[in-house]
């Protein structure tokens, strides 16, 4: 599924079309990007209608609203990835909204330390410089990563 990816919030990247599901860190202006992301995919459904349905995510960054059709399926945030679909689902062209945030860990790592030469002007030293930017590991993978998948079962 061909996917367009839009973005929201402050120092939002551009939009993006996307074949495969990546981390945001690794698309052109989001290696430091916190905030929200909406994917929007269509797909074709020709089957009988399923009595039971369940889109399937290999991984979610951190959490997700998924919408299918229009209709609220769930959000996402914890194991299993998995929300019910089959009451949304329906014949032909279906459209597939899931809004993705992450924390804001990424855009701090991406700020500019502070200058702390006016605090320890007036106070001394007994601020040291901030550590978390070293111990942070970088910049923690955010969006939608890996495959969407539609599970279809013919009995419930």
Same mark, same amino acid.
């Given at each position: 599924?061909?996917?367009?990816?839009?973005?929201?919030?402050?120092?939002?990247?551009?939009?993006?079309?996307?074949?495969? %599901? $990546? @981390?945001?860190?690794?698309?052109?202006?989001? !290696? =430091? &990007?916190?905030?929200?992301? $909406? &994917?929007?995919?269509?797909?074709?459904?020709?089957?009988?209608?399923?009595? !039971?349905?369940?889109?399937? =995510?290999?991984?979610?960054?951190?959490?997700?609203? $998924?919408?299918?059709?229009?209709?609220? /399926?769930?959000? %996402?945030?914890?194991?299993?990835?998995?929300?019910?679909?089959?009451?949304? /689902?329906?014949?032909?062209?279906?459209?597939?909204?899931?809004?993705?945030?992450?924390?804001?860990?990424? !855009? =701090?790592?991406? %700020?500019?330390?502070?200058? /702390?030469?006016?605090?320890?002007?007036? =106070?001394?030293? !007994?601020?040291?410089?901030?550590?978390?930017?070293?111990? @942070?590991?970088g910049p923690a993978p955010a969006g939608l990563?890996?495959?969407?998948?539609?599970?279809?079962?013919?009995?419930?």
């Amino acid at each position: 599924m061909d996917w367009k990816l839009d973005f929201e919030g402050p120092d939002a990247p551009p939009a993006a079309h996307l074949n495969a %599901l $990546v @981390s945001w860190t690794e698309l052109p202006g989001g !290696r =430091f &990007y916190s905030g929200t992301g $909406v &994917y929007h995919g269509r797909f074709v459904w020709e089957g009988a209608m399923p009595p !039971r349905a369940l889109l399937t =995510f290999d991984e979610i960054r951190d959490a997700a609203e $998924v919408r299918l059709n229009g209709h609220r /399926l769930g959000i %996402l945030f914890t194991p299993r990835l998995e929300v019910e679909s089959a009451a949304a /689902l329906r014949s032909g062209a279906n459209e597939l909204e899931i809004v993705v945030v992450n924390p804001p860990l990424n !855009r =701090f790592l991406g %700020l500019p330390d502070q200058d /702390l030469a006016p605090l320890r002007a007036r =106070f001394g030293s !007994r601020f040291g410089a901030p550590e978390e930017k070293k111990t @942070s590991g970088g910049p923690a993978p955010a969006g939608l990563i890996g495959r969407v998948r539609l599970l279809v079962f013919d009995r419930d």
